[in-house]
């Protein structure tokens, strides 16, 4: 049973930057995956980056070269930099994690999320 908190959202201008912290405690067999996602206003919830357990990263085409995925395992704490932020960026982020049987799998989607965190919200307005 893993346990996620989210943190570090909050108001910024276009072009600004935030850093979103998920902190994970408990207890799991085996490796996992962590994942950002976001949900907008009126909008289905959408991936926005993961990480597998031995660092390899993915990220959505509209955060690809300004959002930076990072963990520290030793810490059991997932990073989310976002830098040149949009007014498309906002919504509420939550980090979720997917057990798996390998340490390099960084697929995690909304439907096989064993563990949600509760969300942060970003909003990125002039």
């Known amino acids: 049973q893993l346990q996620l908190v989210g943190s570090g959202g909050g108001s910024v201008q276009p072009g600004g930057s935030l850093r979103l912290s998920c902190a994970v405690s408990g207890f799991t067999v085996g490796p996992y995956a962590i994942g950002w996602f976001r949900q907008a206003p009126g909008k289905e919830r959408e991936g926005v980056s993961s990480i597998s357990f031995s660092g390899e990263s993915t990220y959505a085409e509209s955060v690809e070269g300004r959002f930076t995925i990072s963990r520290d395992n030793a810490k059991n704490t997932v990073f989310l930099q976002m830098n040149s932020l949009i007014p498309e960026d906002t919504g509420v982020y939550y980090c979720?994690?997917?057990?798996?049987?390998?340490?390099?799998?960084?697929?995690?989607?909304?439907?096989?999320?064993?563990?949600w965190g509760q969300g942060t919200q970003v909003t990125v307005s002039s």
């Open positions: 979720a994690a997917k057990r798996t049987y390998y340490r390099s799998d960084s697929e995690i989607m909304t439907y096989n999320v064993d563990y």
